[in-house]
T-cell receptor
Framework: AQSVTQPDIHITVSEGASLELRCNYSYGATPYLFWYVQSPGQGLQLLLKYFSGDTLVQGIKGFEAEFKRSQSSFNLRKPSVHWSDAAEYFCAVAYSLNYGGSQGNLIFGKGTKLSVKP | NAGVTQTPKFQVLKTGQSMTLQCAQDMNHEYMSWYRQDPGMGLRLIHYSVGAGITDQGEVPNGYNVSRSTTEDFPLRLLSAAPSQTSVYFC????????????FGPGTRLTVL
């Protein structure tokens, strides 16, 4: 079955330090890849998405992500973290074909909680 | 536009009670979906709909019913609540093409005693 893996449950970084959150997906049909952020008690907000073309995509709030097909990865990065980035981050995948009956539905990873030290 | 709205924000039920979680969107989106979020589990798809009159099951459909009589509304029904259904529920919508962003509602926190 399709799956999304976020290996890190919780990451703590210092304010101003760089950040990389990892995401791997199970191989299947052409994936459409998303990163969402959830602040405490809030809904989910889309940070960025990848469908095709340039494998480095830019998102909101200074985030970027790089798609690497050979590694089945879509890691999220930010060069300098701000205290307001503390939140939970979810990677999600959707498949364009009817792959296992889940065409178009988002499959989420379990999330990575980011804490920011002052 | 209000976007995706959900009511209620919080709800406490006793085991065996029934209730309906409401979801509405004013963006004329064809696709709507319900997820539940549990600690350490991410979001899991319960049911989804690709248009009025069309619904299908997601990953964890047991214990939940849905219907879609209008484009705007997609209610989620719990016929006989169980403690295992204690969770945060999110409704989401997007335009038909999966190239489009899925917009999420603010969530409903449900506790079943």
């Amino acid at each position: 079955a399709q799956s999304v893996t976020q290996p890190d449950i919780h990451i703590t970084v210092s304010e101003g330090a760089s950040l990389e959150l990892r995401c791997n997906y199970s191989y299947g049909a052409t994936p459409y890849l998303f990163w969402y952020v959830q602040s405490p008690g809030q809904g989910l907000q889309l940070l960025l998405k990848y469908f095709s073309g340039d494998t480095l995509v830019q998102g909101i709030k200074g985030f970027e992500a790089e798609f690497k097909r050979s590694q089945s990865s879509f890691n999220l990065r930010k060069p300098s973290v701000h205290w307001s980035d503390a939140a939970e981050y979810f990677c999600a995948v959707a498949y364009s074909l009817n792959y296992g009956g889940s065409q178009g539905n988002l499959i989420f990873g379990k999330g990575t909680k980011l804490s920011v030290k002052p | 536009n209000a976007g995706v709205t959900q009511t209620p924000k919080f709800q406490v039920l006793k085991t065996g009670q029934s209730m309906t979680l409401q979801c509405a969107q004013d963006m004329n989106h064809e696709y709507m979906s319900w997820y539940r979020q549990d600690p350490g589990m991410g979001l899991r798809l319960i049911h989804y709909s690709v248009g009025a009159g069309i619904t299908d099951q997601g990953e964890v459909p047991n214990g939940y019913n849905v219907s879609r009589s209008t484009t705007e509304d997609f209610p989620l029904r719990l016929l006989s609540a169980a403690p295992s259904q204690t969770s945060v529920y999110f409704c989401a919508s997007r335009m038909a093409s999966l190239y489009n962003e899925q917009f999420f509602g603010p969530g409903t926190r449900l506790t079943v005693l």
